[in-house]
Nanobody
Framework: QVQLVESGGGLVQAGGSLRLSCAAS????????MGWHRQAPGKERELVAY???????KYANSVKGRFTISRDDAKKTVYLQMNSLKPEDTAVYYC???????WGQGTQVTVSS
């Protein structure tokens, strides 16, 4: 069984930065595909970024060049570095293990203008 716990959310001004962490426990391996989604109020949940075993990454167009996803397999942790934040980045951010179909509980990110 896999569990994912996010941390690092909070309130930040536009233009600021935050780093989200997703700590995994259980049967998580370096080959598992990990990612981040987000859901803003009144909107559908959307994919932000994912990273596969070996380190290849993919980003939504809306965050490309501002967000960076990375992983530390020894620590079983996935990170989302978010720079140049905009008010439209405000959402609950969820960590996901695609290969194990597991989600974290989410962490709130609020960007003030």
């Amino acid at each position: 069984q896999v569990q994912l716990v996010e941390s690092g959310g909070g309130l930040v001004q536009a233009g600021g930065s935050l780093r989200l962490s997703c700590a995994a426990s259980g049967s998580i391996f370096s080959s598992d595909v990990m990612g981040w989604h987000r859901q803003a109020p009144g909107k559908e949940r959307e994919l932000v970024a994912y990273i596969v075993g070996g380190g290849s990454t993919k980003y939504a167009n809306s965050v490309k060049g501002r967000f960076t996803i990375s992983r530390d397999d020894a620590k079983k942790t996935v990170y989302l570095q978010m720079n140049s934040l905009k008010p439209e980045d405000t959402a609950v951010y969820y960590c996901r293990c695609f290969t194990k179909n597991t989600w974290g509980q989410g962490t709130q990110v609020t960007v003030s203008s």
